[in-house]
């Protein structure tokens, strides 16, 4: 896990739509390996959750801070038993970032 950390971390010196933009894919890789890893049975939300809170805080975010952050983008959300769309996948990896950045992502990469 702490590879797949480290491969998909922004650079210290990132800007806020670098940032931004690699903590959006982040997520989406995240909750996508967590989704194939579980087939989405019960509660796999709450490994969900606790991977990407981890993926945060060894990106330097603190603990407290990171949660809070999960909660906010996910909370309620994702439900046992049931593959996430593309789309809300991809939603709840904006908000992350754009809560954690205060920017979006709008380049073409």
């Given amino acids: 896990m702490s590879e797949r950390f480290e491969q998909l971390a922004p650079h210290p010196d ?11 894919r982040a997520v989406a890789r995240l909750v996508t390996a967590v989704v194939n890893s579980t087939h989405a049975e019960s509660s796999w939300y709450r490994l969900c959750e606790t ?5 945060l805080t060894s990106a330097g975010l ?12 996910i909370g309620g959300r994702f439900k046992s038993h049931v593959t996430p769309a593309p789309t ?4 709840v ?17």
């Avoid at 809300?88 to 939603?91: A, I, M, P, S």
């Avoid at 954690?100 to 990469?109: I, P």
């Fill in 14 to 24: 990132a800007d806020a739509e670098d940032r931004s933009w690699h903590l959006e």
């Fill in 51 to 55: 991977t990407v809170t981890w993926f």
């Fill in 62 to 73: 603190g603990s407290e801070e990171a949660r809070k952050a999960v909660e906010a983008a």
């Fill in 88 to 91: 809300l996948v991809d939603t």
């Fill in 93 to 109: 990896g904006e908000e992350l970032a754009i809560r954690l950045t205060g920017r979006g992502f709008y380049r073409e990469r």
